[in-house]
């Protein structure tokens, strides 16, 4: 018994992973990917290319958007090796320039990079595929098994940490060992927010827009300049002390002004003479009064 037991563990294949890091699952559909990684990893843990597609076009079949699938899958990871988390991108990753992008990540945040190869005879995807809920199709698995046999001989020299190969027996026996090493965060690394900077939305009146630095919260034109008579208007007048105030000027109107009582009677005019040949009064002449 002892010895049986022995023997299994000696079976077992115990791959030792490093948090944070990103660790590539690459080979074709049907092969035992998402199978491995629900079995090994958190669900949190594993960023699935299948996942993303329904999250961006309701539909993880759909093709056509490719993209925009594979532009989450990029973010997330991104995301999460700024917080020092684990990796684990679930997709076929047959392409270089697929598997070059996630060498690039890693090295701009100085994370090991592994990929798993899952070499699985093309019958055995084909026989798994046929039982799934989701299938992709024979001719969909040969061309992938195809451009699998390509990938594993040119994977050796893209620069991988390290290449774990599995076949169909190993899926079941693979255990895994995470060591937690923190990475130093760099200046303008995603993942993480500056001290200085602070979740809020600026107001139209601030300067700026988007997110970035804090800045003190303006209050709204209307509180900074509340609306009534401006300085010039509430400002008093100021008359010199030797100016008489002038007396307010009466209406007109049809009734004739009475004269001012404050002072003497003003002095009354002598008529003119008339028309019919009386001369003039002169300055200083007494009016004669007709006979």
């Not at 100016?243 to 009475?258: D, I, V």
Request: with cysteine; hydrophobic share 30%.
């Amino acid at each position: 018994m002892a010895q049986e037991q022995t023997l299994n563990e000696s079976k077992e294949k115990r791959v030792r992973l490093i948090r944070p890091s990103i660790v590539l699952l690459c080979g074709p559909a049907a092969c035992g990917k998402s199978t491995l990684a629900r079995r090994l990893f958190r669900p949190t843990q594993i960023i699935s290319s299948d996942w993303a597609r329904a999250r961006v076009c309701d539909d993880e079949r759909d093709q056509r958007f490719q993209t925009q699938a594979f532009a989450l899958v990029h973010y997330l990871t991104e995301l999460r090796l700024g917080l020092n988390r684990l990796c684990v991108v679930d997709s076929t990753a047959l392409t270089l320039h697929h598997r070059k992008e996630y060498l690039e990540l890693a090295k701009r945040f100085q994370v090991p990079c592994v990929v798993f190869l899952f070499d699985v005879p093309l019958e055995k995807c084909v026989e798994r595929d046929r039982s799934r809920e989701r299938t992709v199709g024979r001719p969909v698995i040969e061309r992938q098994h195809l451009a699998f046999g390509q990938t594993k001989t040119d994977i050796r020299q893209e620069g991988f940490d390290e290449i774990i190969e599995l076949g169909d027996e190993d899926l079941d026996k693979v255990q895994i060992e995470i060591i937690f090493r923190p990475i130093s965060q760099a200046p303008g690394m995603p993942g993480r927010r500056p001290q200085d900077e602070t979740r809020h939305t600026p107001r139209p009146w601030q300067r700026g827009t988007g997110r970035g630095p804090a800045v003190p919260e303006a209050k709204p034109p209307s509180l900074m300049h509340p609306p009534g008579p401006s300085r010039e208007q509430t400002k008093p007048e100021v008359r010199p002390a030797s100016s008489p105030s002038k007396a307010p000027s009466a209406p007109a109107t049809g009734l004739r002004q009475a004269p001012s009582v404050a002072g003497p009677p003003a002095p009354v005019e002598p008529p003119s003479s008339s028309a019919e040949g009386t001369s003039p009064t002169t300055p200083g002449a007494k009016a004669t009064p007709e006979p």
